[in-house]
Structure formats: C-alpha cells, structure tokens
C-alpha cells in the first residue's frame, strides 16, 4: 500500500490478501494481491481498496544462449 493507506491503517483497520493460481504442472501463472484500509482523512471516512493483478504468460519459452566464449570460463 502507499503512503496514504499506510497512515490510514496506523489511523484505523487494514487488511490484505492474497490468491495464487497455478497451471496443471505446478506453475505459478498469477497472483492477485488485494489490500484495504478504512480510517479517516480530513476528518471524513475513507475506505480504500487495492487490488493488483499479475499474470506469467509464455511459461517455459525462453531460450538461453551462451556466448562459446563464456562456455569456455565454465
């Protein structure tokens, strides 16, 4: 959370979580974090909600190529 929901929560409520889904062979291909926090700002009520998504796409397709040099300090 920024600043802002930091003073809110030191101020007031705060909680988060988190979901994690994997692919059939045990991969990582999201996580959805959600945080909130109520509290007062200016002496009015604020409630807030956060919610980030990311997504891994393309899982296993990178190709690594070694430099013949480099193969040869190994």
Known sequence: MGGMAKRMAEQGEASGKAKITVDK???IVK???EGKASGKMR???VNL???KTVEF?????TKVEIPEEA????
Do not use: Q
């Not at 796409?57 to 397709?61: E, F, L, P, Y």
């Not at 193969?71 to 190994?74: G, I, N, P, S, V």
């Open 57 to 61: 796409k393309n899982i296993g397709s």
């Open 43 to 45: 002496d009015r009520d």
């Open 25 to 27: 062979d045990g991969n």
């Open 49 to 51: 909600t956060i919610t």
């Open 31 to 33: 996580v959805e974090i």
């Open 71 to 74: 193969k040869k300090a190994l």
